[in-house]
């Protein structure tokens, strides 16, 4: 930080310098034909709904409210009560350096090179287990991951450009506005760079001023501390890997409030050095300016020849194929942005003829005010920058990936469409006004048709100062890479020209890349006029200029902006308040949202989701009461669904292995309920060997026969072969004692077939002591089978008995032929 500090002071006079010039000398510049307005998310908030977040702590899935406002930041809730009441967020997340992913491979890709030295395997498992198919991944590559997931594919699509839109947004956190500050802390950033050998682009060049630090200083610090730390982790690899993200995050939160303090302690002392450099500047600007152009066309001298060579060898023959791979995609997304704008037209001019009220066009109105900031709409647009593709030209030109031109191509084009937008309802209401609402539909055609001119005219001047900036991002470094070895060490010389009151403004270094960069601006500005002059993607010729078109257009966007659903007397549309308040306004006031909700088929109404994602009472918690409560509430199989318990997932990450051991009654008090840490391995049911970490050790009481049969295998395994045996012999002699009485019953029978039963009288009956079926004469007495009678002692076995059919024995006496045995 000392000596970025050193040279943001002094970059921060050379932007003072530039920006006081450009004040008195005025710029030239295309003026644009489409109008701007300032703040177009006053009053706003992007998005809210529910999802699964996935918490680090007890690695539990949990069901989270999350609201993004118009600043982009995302507020996780404990639920959407907690969120209207006002309370403090559970988590928030500044998306800035972020990537968000929807596949566990594109994390577990990523993550696996975070340690060096491992080599993980393409289907290594992460460390956590998704609650679904459809997960949601912030990675960075310092700070903290977070993980989500919802319950369907279109709640994922959603979710993911709505995460993509708060890192974009985020991304870009240099406020443009700010003429000095800003170029002199990218010019900074850029030569600090270039001392540590660093001349490409900058993946990491995201984010405000401090979190843009904290990412220069991690890129040098990690890979010291992965050399220090690494080689001490242990553990399997998923915890190796948790750990280290652990520590990386610790480390880059330290160095973001190191940075955050120091880098607003140095732009408040430069701030203060602002007022008396001015006025210097002001009073002495001719001298200034005779004295660089002195000390430059020296500096000419000496590196133009050196920069021509290098340019007709090295860059000249790419120039058209880079320029090329940079217009194609992005021209694409362009005419997207304009043919997504022409649609949303075309239905509000059908629903106008349809006889839609003008409730319903006050609530169309209000939707298209914000299709630029509508992630969901944009999304086709972003997608095709995203074919954006440097490769081959990468290594050549130290180009680390595009996702910087991409990423400013979206910028761009949201810009656009939000301009187009906002140019449309300031000229619709200008012709409400003088021309009255009763033909609307040729009223917005007319609007629509001027709009779509304007567009196109500022689409391309829009593209080809992209092409341009992109040219020189991608040649600028290499050129400077190339050249500093030679042409470096003579600078120091040329600074003996300069006068010491006019040396904190005029640097040698500044002066010698804007010689490279003269040098190859002609050729890249030739290009960019070639593709323009063959009408190539569309473009304009720069000789083609929309004078007049509008004189008086610039006035309009002076005017307020119209709330169409209250001059249209439309209700809000549905779905559209996003429930947090109003920044600065009244208590009462609410925030309309940009992305509406959408109610999935076959979900019922309560949940509190955008997409209704099944709150937190759907998935299964480690209270039991819970579970039980909840069993008939988680809908039918087929619906997707969390795992069937946390601790399912928990077993996923560290399996448990319970063993059952004895306890000599001798010393039972050296043993005790407790955890151990220790090391070694266990092999699971499945042959993998497990590391063991901690043992721990719960007694129990479980009562017993004796102490020796518990402590024998081999005494339980007899037991065991035993019982089987007597279950085994009883089976058997049931059998046996089965066919014994078949036997019995057919003698019985054969004996007494020929005699006839007479009747026995009830007296008779009541006198007996008992009844005895003659079945069981002599095998009642002399089989202890368990089929024997209670009811057959004293009776004559050689004397047959009536057999009774009644409840109680009596009334009616059947044949024993007619006896049949049911055995159960």
């Known amino acids: 930080m000392k000596e970025f500090s050193d040279v943001f002071e002094q970059q921060y006079s050379v932007a003072l310098f530039n920006s006081v010039r450009f004040e008195i000398e005025g710029g030239g510049g295309t003026q644009s034909q489409l109008l701007h307005r300032k703040d177009p998310l006053a009053g706003r908030s992007i998005f809210s709904g529910s999802l699964f977040q996935y918490l680090e702590e007890n690695r539990k899935w949990r069901s989270r409210f999350v609201s993004v406002p118009n600043s982009y930041t995302i507020s996780l809730y404990e639920s959407k009560t907690a969120h209207d009441r006002g309370l403090h967020p559970k988590v928030t997340i500044n998306c800035a350096g972020y990537k968000a992913l929807t596949s566990m491979e594109e994390y577990t890709e990523l993550i696996n090179t975070s340690l060096p030295g491992i080599k993980a395997k393409a289907s290594s498992?992460?460390?956590?287990?998704?609650?679904?198919?459809?997960?949601?991944?912030?990675?960075?590559?310092?700070?903290?991951?977070?993980?989500?997931?919802?319950?369907?594919?279109?709640?994922?699509?959603?979710?993911?450009?709505?995460?993509?839109?708060?890192?974009?947004?985020?991304?870009?956190?240099?406020?443009?506005?700010?003429?000095?500050?800003?170029?002199?802390?990218?010019?900074?950033?850029?030569?600090?760079?270039q001392t540590k050998g660093h001349y490409g682009t900058w993946d990491m060049m995201c984010g405000a001023p401090p979190q843009i630090l904290a990412n220069l200083v991690m890129e040098t610090l990690q890979p010291e501390l992965r050399s220090v730390i690494g080689p001490r982790l242990k553990g399997k690899l998923q915890q190796r890997q948790r750990d280290w993200m652990l520590i990386s995050d610790a480390v880059y939160r330290q160095v973001l409030s190191q940075t955050t303090g120091q880098y607003d302690a140095l732009v408040e002392g430069c701030e203060a050095q602002r007022a008396p450099l001015d006025a210097r500047l002001r009073t002495d600007m001719d001298q200034i300016i005779t004295s660089k152009e002195h000390v430059s066309s020296k500096i000419r001298a000496l590196v133009l020849p050196k920069a021509e060579q290098l340019l007709q060898t090295s860059v000249q023959p790419y120039i058209s194929s880079i320029l090329e791979a940079l217009m194609e995609p992005t021209s694409r997304g362009f005419s997207e942005v304009r043919d997504i704008f022409f649609k949303e037209m075309v239905d509000i001019s059908k629903n106008s003829l349809n006889g839609a009220g003008k409730d319903k066009l006050g609530d169309h109105m209000e939707r298209l005010s914000m299709l630029a900031f509508h992630p969901v709409k944009m999304q086709s647009c972003y997608e095709k920058v995203e074919q954006l593709n440097l490769e081959g030209l990468q290594q050549r030109f130290d180009v680390a990936s595009p996702s910087v031109f991409i990423s400013r191509a979206q910028i761009l084009m949201r810009e656009q469409m939000d301009n187009a937008v906002y140019t449309f309802m300031q000229l619709l209401q200008q012709s409400l006004e003088t021309q009255g609402e009763d033909d609307m539909c040729k009223t917005m055609q007319r609007c629509q048709d001027r709009v779509l001119k304007k567009y196109d005219y500022d689409s391309?001047?829009?593209?080809?100062?992209?092409?341009?900036?992109?040219?020189?991002?991608?040649?600028?470094?290499?050129?400077?890479?190339?050249?500093?070895?030679?042409?470096?060490?003579?600078?120091?010389?040329?600074?003996?020209?300069?006068?010491?009151?006019?040396?904190?403004?005029?640097?040698?270094?500044?002066?010698?890349?804007?010689?490279?960069?003269?040098?190859?601006?002609?050729?890249?500005?030739?290009?960019?006029?070639?593709?323009?002059?063959?009408?190539?993607?569309?473009?304009?010729?720069?000789?083609?200029?929309?004078?007049?078109?509008?004189?008086?257009?610039?006035?309009?966007?002076e005017n307020p902006q119209v709330d169409w659903a209250t001059r249209f007397g439309g209700d809000e549309p549905e779905g559209s308040v996003g429930g947090g308040r109003v920044e600065g306004g009244g208590s009462g006031s609410r925030r309309r949202q940009v992305v509406s909700m959408i109610q999935l088929d076959g979900v019922p109404l309560p949940f509190e989701s955008c997409l209704e994602v099944p709150g937190v009472e759907l998935i299964p918690e480690e209270d039991a009461e819970m579970l039980e409560g909840n069993e008939e509430d988680r809908g039918p199989?087929?619906?997707?669904?969390?795992?069937?318990?946390?601790?399912?997932?928990?077993?996923?990450?560290?399996?448990?292995?319970?063993?059952?051991?004895?306890?000599?009654?001798?010393?039972?008090?050296?043993?005790?309920?407790?955890?151990?840490?220790?090391?070694?391995?266990?092999?699971?049911?499945?042959?993998?060997?497990?590391?063991?970490?901690?043992?721990?050790?719960?007694?129990?009481?479980?009562?017993?026969?004796?102490?020796?049969?518990?402590?024998?295998?081999?005494?339980?395994?007899?037991?065991?072969?035993?019982?089987?045996?007597?279950?085994?012999?009883?089976?058997?002699?049931?059998?046996?004692?089965?066919?014994?009485?078949?036997?019995?019953?057919?003698?019985?029978?054969?004996?007494?077939?020929?005699?006839?039963?007479?009747e026995v009288s009830a007296a008779d009956l009541d006198g007996e002591s008992s009844l005895r079926p003659p079945l069981a004469s002599d095998f009642s007495s002399r089989n202890d089978s368990g089929f024997q009678s209670q009811t057959n002692e004293g009776l004559d076995e050689d004397e047959p008995q009536p057999i009774p059919n009644g409840l109680n024995g009596e009334d009616k006496v059947i044949d024993p032929v007619e006896v049949e045995v049911v055995l159960a």
Request: charged share 25%.
């Open 125 to 193: 498992t992460p460390f956590i287990k998704c609650a679904s198919q459809f997960p949601l991944i912030l990675w960075h590559p310092y700070a903290r991951h977070h993980y989500f997931c919802v319950m369907t594919e279109k709640e994922q699509n959603k979710w993911h450009a709505v995460l993509q839109d708060c890192v974009r947004h985020r991304n870009n956190g240099l406020p443009e506005d700010c003429t000095v500050q800003t170029p002199a802390f990218t010019d900074a950033v850029r030569l600090y760079r």
């Open 460 to 557: 391309s001047t829009v593209r080809k100062k992209f092409f341009r900036e992109s040219l020189l991002q991608i040649i600028i470094p290499y050129m400077l890479q190339q050249l500093s070895p030679s042409c470096s060490p003579e600078l120091p010389r040329f600074e003996e020209l300069i006068f010491e009151d006019f040396s904190r403004f005029l640097l040698v270094e500044n002066m010698f890349e804007e010689v490279v960069l003269q040098s190859v601006s002609k050729d890249i500005m030739m290009a960019v006029k070639d593709a323009a002059l063959q009408r190539r993607h569309n473009l304009y010729r720069d000789s083609m200029i929309l004078t007049n078109s509008d004189p008086n257009l610039h006035l309009l966007g």
């Open 637 to 758: 199989p087929g619906e997707p669904k969390s795992p069937d318990s946390v601790h399912g997932i928990r077993d996923l990450i560290n399996p448990v292995v319970e063993m059952v051991l004895p306890v000599s009654q001798e010393s039972p008090s050296d043993v005790s309920t407790r955890t151990e840490p220790t090391t070694g391995t266990v092999t699971m049911q499945d042959g993998l060997q497990e590391h063991v970490t901690h043992v721990t050790t719960v007694v129990e009481d479980f009562p017993r026969k004796s102490l020796r049969d518990k402590t024998s295998p081999q005494a339980i395994l007899q037991q065991l072969v035993g019982s089987r045996k007597q279950e085994a012999d009883k089976e058997h002699q049931e059998e046996a004692a089965i066919k014994n009485a078949i036997e019995e019953i057919e003698i019985a029978v054969q004996e007494d077939e020929r005699e006839r039963i007479t």
